[in-house]
């Protein structure tokens, strides 16, 4: 069935939205998925597992991937490469999973710049500003400086909500979770991600 | 809360595709919406109710409509006017209700030009066109030429699916039932229905 063919999810929304909880919560109900992992240069640290924290390469084979145009996107920190290469992304939509990316809104850019027709985008926040304060100063795990940055760049972001397909105010973690899985599922349903063409052909000859 | 912001949802598909049936079986699990019905001038036949199967005006009142651009569509027919009514569509709209309307491609493009931004479109049809043969065949109760000029109905409509926003294929009926569902939902989140700079200020100004 068309139902099963891959199509690409994007979440972005400001650190402290609850991202994380929701992707945990809806995991169990979404059907088959991958969570896009980034690809980096840098070496792995105590703890880290490849595949599951990073993908780890050589500066040579990602200096060749990004030649051959395989990463959506990347960028040179302190040296090291970091990037989100479309080699896994490729393999999961052949296999019919539901990509999903936990990305900001400069990666929902360059999402739609190349995958737009099988991409359902979700900007996920707290009702308010306040709220987003308040969750971040609950964690008690950050530094002042730390939040206040978040602050800043939640505002910058919140400016771009309209570029997205939808929009979930995790006010309720459990509402939040139902609101994303629907619109986790009605994605693999979105017309172009169904190649139209072949389906049409094939209905009409299935006389 | 923003979710409860009217929003529209466009079924389209063959008459056969079961569309009737799947609207009957989703009604309960939608949430507040408003199934829009279809304005005449025709007289009230025996049996028929005012706001169920028709709204009934007077040729004065439907040209009085026309000219202050209430219709989203209509058409003349043997001397009588037919016609979709903005006025229903707004009050239900106003009252955050998903107004569900049960069109063509012609009436999906009229919707799409006046409404595009509130607007969700599904294309339902059976997995293939001889499946849809049988579905009109077993039905009995259809003259032959109203079932084959149905089928190239069908086939003129299936052409113009890439217009859609989501296509769901009605093979097993609470399969498809669900899938209307998780549309429906997502329907009300679709980021530009839930005026976004309104929000976007209020986010900002809830500190």
Redesign the interface.
């Known amino acids: 069935?068309?139902?099963d063919t891959g199509a690409i999810l994007v979440l972005s929304g400001p650190s402290g939205a609850g991202k994380s909880s929701l992707i945990t919560k809806i995991e169990d109900q979404i059907g088959a998925y991958y969570f896009s992992i980034s690809t980096t240069t840098r070496p792995m640290r105590k703890g880290e597992i490849e595949g599951v924290h990073y993908y780890f390469v050589t500066k040579e084979q990602f200096e060749n991937d990004i030649e051959e145009e395989n990463f959506l996107e990347y960028a040179r920190v302190h040296g090291n490469y970091y990037g989100t290469s479309l080699k896994p992304v490729k393999k999961a939509l052949k296999a019919g999973k539901l990509v999903i990316f936990d990305i900001d809104v400069q990666g929902h850019d360059a999402v739609q710049k190349r995958l737009a027709d099988i991409t359902t985008s979700v900007?996920i926040?707290t009702?308010?500003?306040?709220?987003l304060?308040r969750r971040l100063n609950n964690r008690g795990t950050d530094a002042q400086e730390i939040i206040d940055g978040r602050i800043e760049m939640a505002?910058r972001e919140?400016?771009r909500?309209?570029e997205?397909?939808?929009?979930?105010?995790n006010?309720d973690l459990d509402e939040a979770a139902?609101?994303l899985?629907?619109?986790a599922?009605?994605a693999r349903?979105?017309?172009?991600s169904?190649a139209?063409n072949e389906?049409?052909f094939?209905?009409?000859?299935?006389?």
């Open positions: 069935m068309n139902h900007f926040t009702p308010t500003l306040g709220e304060k505002k919140v400016q909500i309209s997205y397909d939808y929009l979930v105010i006010d139902d609101m899985v629907y619109i599922k009605a349903m979105k017309i172009p169904i139209i389906f049409v094939a209905w009409e000859n299935n006389d």
